[in-house]
């Protein structure tokens, strides 16, 4: 069975850095396209980043220079480090799989003074 | 990024065929088609249709999707209350090299 376990939200200050976890299992991230997808309070879905199996990565403007994905493939986890945090990045932040097939739970992240 | 047209909301009632749509362009729905996605509150996204019109294993067969050009459609017949939901279309858009998602339709069932 696919699983995707996430980690990491957290209350932080502006310009602050924080880093995501999104565990897998029953599968394996280096062969596997993998993304990280957030939704801001009141608003819908928006695109933040993604991982080709080959370990190109795309991000979204918005978080160009900011934030890097990556994988551990000895841990099986996905990541996204996030620096230079803002007060619009808060959001629910969910790593996914694929073209959308499995989703983490999703985890908070609050930028905040 | 530029995102992809849906309806904020669509309201039918029970029983009844609502249908959902989602519009971009030739390098995003038209190229590749389009996913969709429902978001209940307090849950991650499900997938109700991958980008080839596929449906998972679970899925109602009383949902259906579809395209045309660049719209993608999303059907739901026999409504029932539990189909009341937010749903969102996504597709990969080959120009930006991002993927897009639309804003959204909430779907109301009366």
């Not at chain 1, 080959?54 to 403007?61: E, I, K, L, R």
Request: net charge neutral; aromatic share 10%.
């Amino acid at each position: 069975e696919v699983q995707l376990v996430q980690s990491g939200g957290a209350l932080i200050q502006p310009g602050g850095s924080l880093r995501l976890s999104c565990a897998a299992s029953g599968f394996t991230v280096s062969t596997s396209y993998l993304h990280w997808v957030r939704r801001a309070p009141g608003n819908g879905l928006e695109w933040v980043s993604s991982i080709f199996s080959g370990g190109h990565t795309f991000y979204a403007d918005f978080v160009k220079g900011r934030f890097t994905i990556s994988r551990d493939n000895t841990r099986n986890t996905l990541y996204l480090q996030m620096n230079g945090l803002r007060a619009d990045d808060t959001a629910i932040y969910y790593c996914a799989r694929e073209d959308w097939q499995d989703w983490g739970q999703g985890t908070m992240v609050t930028v905040s003074s | 990024q530029a995102g992809l047209t849906q309806p904020p909301s669509v309201s039918k009632d029970l029983r009844q065929t609502a249908t959902l749509t989602c519009t971009g362009n030739s390098n995003n729905v038209g190229h590749q088609g389009a996913a969709w996605l429902q978001l209940h509150q307090g849950h991650p996204p499900k997938l109700l249709f991958d980008r080839g019109n596929n449906r998972p294993s679970g899925i109602s067969e009383r949902i259906s999707a579809s395209r045309s050009g660049d719209t993608a459609s999303l059907t739901i017949t026999g409504l029932q209350p539990e189909d009341e939901s937010d749903y969102y279309c996504s597709a990969w858009d080959s120009t930006l090299n991002a993927w897009v998602f639309g804003g959204g339709t909430k779907l109301i069932v009366l």
